[in-house]
């Protein structure tokens, strides 16, 4: 388009034939990170050798252990098991069953020395009850399982009048333990002719003749 000659002389000359300039925009270069040394590979490696290491530590400790106390409660329940058998075979001695059976009988024709040899028979079967007490704090036995074996052999030494008798003279020095609290009801609870019952039951009574039997219409003539 032409001007008209008055506002020619106004444009300067050049100025719509000039680009107009951008400016120039330059990226600063990111310097890539340093490649890790020979020396840190290595520390990285060890590091997680060790946290591995340790871990496989911890497991075989985990196992252990839970071997370590399957055998001390393999330990103990037998320790246990050999104190009552020990018990048993001191009652089954000639001397000391008659005084056993004296106390179950005839209590009071005990004399100094029997009481004496009863009073640590059963001294005995309460250590021996402890001592399963102790398993069941340390996690190696169960409450219902103590409970269950005191139930099965209690009526089988206090039950009778000269057992509970004694029971009821040794609990106070228990009292606030598993012992009082456990034990106590189970043998107060006993039925004190128990031990007397139950030995006459293990009697075997002599047979009787046979009984004839009637003969059979076969057997009969006519």
């Known amino acids: 388009m032409k001007l008209p000659r008055f506002l020619a002389r106004f444009r300067s000359s050049g100025a719509a034939d000039e680009p107009v300039v951008e400016p120039e925009i330059v990226a600063t270069p990111v310097e890539a990170a340093p490649a ?3 020396t840190e590979r290595l520390n990285h490696w060890l590091t997680l050798a060790a946290n591995v290491g340790v871990l496989l ?3 075989v400790l985990i196992v252990e252990v839970r071997q370590n106390a399957s055998l001390t409660r393999t330990a103990m ?3 246990k098991n050999d104190l009552l058998a020990e018990i048993e075979f001191n009652i089954a001695k000639p001397e000391i069953t008659d005084i056993w059976v004296k106390s179950i009988r005839a209590p009071e024709k005990l004399s100094d020395a029997e009481i004496r040899t ?3 028979l059963l001294i005995s079967i309460m250590l021996q009850w402890d001592q399963m007490f102790m398993m069941q704090d340390a996690g190696l036995i169960s409450e219902t399982r103590v409970r269950q074996h005191i139930q ?3 009526p089988f030494y206090f039950g009778s009048r000269f057992g509970k008798h004694w029971w009821a003279l040794q609990i106070n020095g228990w009292e606030g333990t598993a012992m009082q609290k456990v034990a106590g009801p189970i043998v107060e609870a006993l039925d004190e002719d128990f031990l007397d019952r139950h030995l006459d039951k293990l009697k075997l009574h002599p047979k009787g003749p046979p009984a004839e039997t009637a003969p059979s219409d076969t057997e009969t003539g006519p």
């Open 36 to 38: 890790r040394s020979r």
């Open 57 to 59: 530590g911890l497991a």
């Open 77 to 79: 329940d037998q320790q």
């Open 118 to 120: 009863i009073d640590s």
């Open 152 to 154: 099965n052999t209690a």
